[in-house]
């Protein structure tokens, strides 16, 4: 059971229907609660806790909050605005909306196991289909485009080719990437230690190449970065510096890798995901086992894994196509 200072949250509810009976304040009540038994107890990422956050305080803006505890009404209708535009003119895309109804259905199936409202509300929202959409990825060929797209002149130069050459090694993704302090690489033995989704630990081996980027960008553009930052760095400091001697934010990374992508041509086409879901595709179509994928993208569950193979057979479709005399 979620407690805040020593308070049940039926309790903390109790008390603010005494205060107030009115249904918003009973929720912001609830949402108090909630996240706090998602941080403490479940032991949620702070990325996951703002996520829900987010999605719970767009609900409370809801014209049918005041009932929320009553029945599944306030909840439906919200979902519907969401889905047709009604939401500040501008509809939910399918896996915003998916989300949207996870976190509802979480925080009252939490609210119906401490008593905060009295109906089930949580099996009357039904999660919306989800669209198997084919990630976007890039053949070797663009990949390596990319990567030698890089402008090694202008300054941080190394530092993006160094970033973009270990996304494509590892498959990690951006947040992960960005988050790696020295003591998680380890040149020597070519793999990083990357920390994923709910805390999850995964040791990736990186290639020789990215080794060798990384080496040079370790020795030749980070420790002026390192000295426009104060104190002393623990665990080594960041792997990737900004401008100001702090860890690389994720907008500036973005803002690098867009400005390589648009002189490689391919700025429809990538994004920071882009490199990962490349690394997993060229890895099976090079007959890579799905459970050593799995491993390496730190995916919880094969299902999400899957999703790659049905690329891999677009591509092999596609090269039937063009070589096979009666395609």
């Known amino acids: 059971m979620a407690r805040l200072r020593g308070v049940t949250p039926s309790a903390l509810l109790a008390g603010t229907a005494r205060r107030s009976g009115d249904g918003p304040a009973r929720f ?12 403490v107890e479940r032991g949620l990422s702070p990325a996951t806790s703002r996520a829900y956050a987010s999605d719970l305080r767009a609900f409370r803006r809801e014209p049918r909050i005041a009932s929320w505890d009553r029945g599944p009404d306030a909840a439906l209708t919200h979902l519907a605005a969401a889905a047709s535009g009604g939401e500040r003119g501008r509809a939910l895309r399918p896996t915003s909306l998916r989300r949207r109804t996870a976190t ?3 925080f009252y199936r939490f609210a119906f196991a401490e008593e905060l409202c009295r109906v089930d509300i949580a099996t009357r929202l039904d999660l919306p289909r989800q669209s198997r959409l084919l990630p976007d990825t890039l053949s070797v060929d663009e990949v390596d485009r990319l990567l030698a797209s890089v402008d090694l002149d202008r300054p941080r130069g190394l530092r993006d080719r160094a970033l973009l050459e270990l996304l494509y090694a590892s498959g990690a993704r951006i947040s992960e990437a960005l988050g ?3 003591d998680d690489v380890s040149l020597d033995g070519g793999f990083v230690r990357v920390v994923g989704k709910g805390d999850r630990e995964r040791l990736v081996p990186i290639g020789d190449e990215a080794v060798a980027w990384l080496t040079r960008y370790g020795s030749d553009e980070r420790p002026a970065l390192v000295e426009r930052g104060r104190g002393t760095p623990a665990r080594g400091g960041p792997v990737f510096i900004g401008e100001r001697g702090r860890r690389l934010g994720r907008q500036r990374a973005w803002e690098s890798i867009a400005s390589v992508a648009a002189r490689a041509g391919l ?7 882009t490199l990962r879901h490349s690394f997993a595709t060229h890895l099976l179509e090079g007959g890579a086992d799905l459970r050593v994928v799995q491993e390496l993208l730190g995916h919880a569950s094969i299902s999400t894994t899957q999703l790659y193979t049905h690329v891999t057979g677009e591509r092999k479709r596609e090269v039937y196509a063009r070589a096979h005399p009666r395609a």
């Not at 912001?28 to 941080?39: G, I, K, N, Q, S």
């Open 104 to 106: 509802l259905r979480t």
């Open 267 to 273: 700025t429809e086409r990538v994004s920071p995901h």
């Open 28 to 39: 912001d009540a609830a949402v108090e609660a909630f996240l706090a038994y998602v941080r």
């Open 180 to 182: 790696l302090d020295m």
